[in-house]
């Protein structure tokens, strides 16, 4: 072989050693995120199988359900979308630390950012449970409270009752989660406000017989 071919073949081994020996070099660190990744996940599995678990002693679903407030499968689909919810925290928990080992610096910053999330999303899921809960109560509740009236009309106002609850909560998980605040609080704003017009409405026109009648009999026990 000659000497310029030798020359030229010194750049291409020296790319080959270095490759090589970056490799030997990261491998540790390679090897201990995996590892650390793994443990994440099969952590993870075991916090989601303890949430059910403990919601399955506590026996909400049956609670609900005997009580006549929620449908039980419907109280499952809640449960296990904060279960997968509480997974996926544990996982990314661990995901951070690992991604961090293998030099992954960006994609640090924006688990980081996924996980400061992650809380208004469970918190939203909690708040969504709540309303619906109370929605089914309120609907029992206004239900059998106009019972008197005919059973159409009174299903009306139930009714009416339950999706201004679910409109409310709606609204609240929507400012949780940080969907366009400004407008959510300016509908917010504009239903109260219509709410109140529409009871001042109801309640003057209502009452507008009975205030004269109490009027003139005040007037006459003046005049006494």
């Given amino acids: 072989m000659q000497k310029g071919d030798a020359n030229n073949m010194n750049p291409v081994i020296d790319v080959f050693a270095s490759f090589y020996k970056k490799t030997l070099l990261y491998l540790p660190n390679f090897f201990y995120g995996l590892l650390v990744l793994i443990l994440g996940l099969l952590l993870s599995s075991i916090v989601k199988q303890l949430f059910i678990s403990l919601v399955s002693f506590i026996k909400l679903s049956k609670l609900l359900k005997n009580a006549k407030i929620a449908n039980e499968k419907t109280i499952s689909v809640w449960i296990e979308v904060l279960a997968e919810l509480l997974r996926w925290v544990t996982v990314i928990l661990f995901l951070v630390p690992t991604v961090e080992v293998w030099g992954l610096s960006r994609m640090v910053t924006v688990l980081n950012s996924l996980l400061f999330y992650l809380p208004n999303v469970i918190v939203a899921v909690i708040v969504g449970l709540i309303g619906y809960i109370v929605a089914n109560l309120a609907y029992d509740i206004v239900l059998n409270s106009v019972n008197t009236l005919q059973k159409g009309f009174a299903k009306t106002i139930a009714a009416g009752a339950r999706s201004s609850i679910i409109v409310f909560t709606s609204l609240i998980i929507l400012n949780q989660l940080g969907v366009a605040q400004d ?42």
Avoid at 183 to 208: D, N
């Fill in 183 to 224: 407008l959510i609080r300016i509908l917010f704003t504009g239903i109260v406000f219509m709410l109140a017009l529409a009871g001042g409405l109801a309640f003057g026109l209502g009452g507008k017989e009975f205030a004269q009648t109490l009027l003139k009999n005040l007037l006459k026990e003046l005049k006494k």
